[in-house]
């Protein structure tokens, strides 16, 4: 299955895709850091830091009310 596939068979309020190659749960995100100057860093509950990618910010930008 592609990722756009999974990413339309997955609900929308509890997964969002990142990046070209990550889709987050949400209920899983222990935090976000928007120190870094146009990228934000997901941090997750079982210790995994990732960042979001440029092409995808405006949309969890919007998606946390910010």
Same mark, same amino acid.
Request: proline letters at 0%; charged letters at 20%; glycine letters at 6%.
């Given at each position: 299955?592609?990722?756009?596939e $999974?990413?339309? &068979?997955?609900?929308?309020? +509890?997964?969002?895709r990142?990046?070209? #190659?990550?889709?987050v749960?949400l209920?899983?995100?222990? #935090?976000?850091? *928007?120190n870094?100057? #146009?990228?934000?860093?997901?941090?997750? +509950?079982?210790g995994?830091?990732?960042?979001? +990618?440029? &092409?995808?910010? $405006?949309?969890?930008?919007?998606? *946390?009310?910010?």
């Open positions: 299955m592609r990722l756009y $999974a990413e339309q &068979r997955l609900a929308k309020c +509890s997964f969002v990142i990046s070209n #190659g990550e889709i749960n209920k899983k995100v222990k #935090g976000f850091d *928007l870094f100057v #146009g990228t934000i860093c997901v941090s997750l +509950s079982n995994t830091v990732t960042y979001v +990618s440029r &092409r995808y910010v $405006a949309k969890i930008k919007q998606l *946390l009310g910010l």
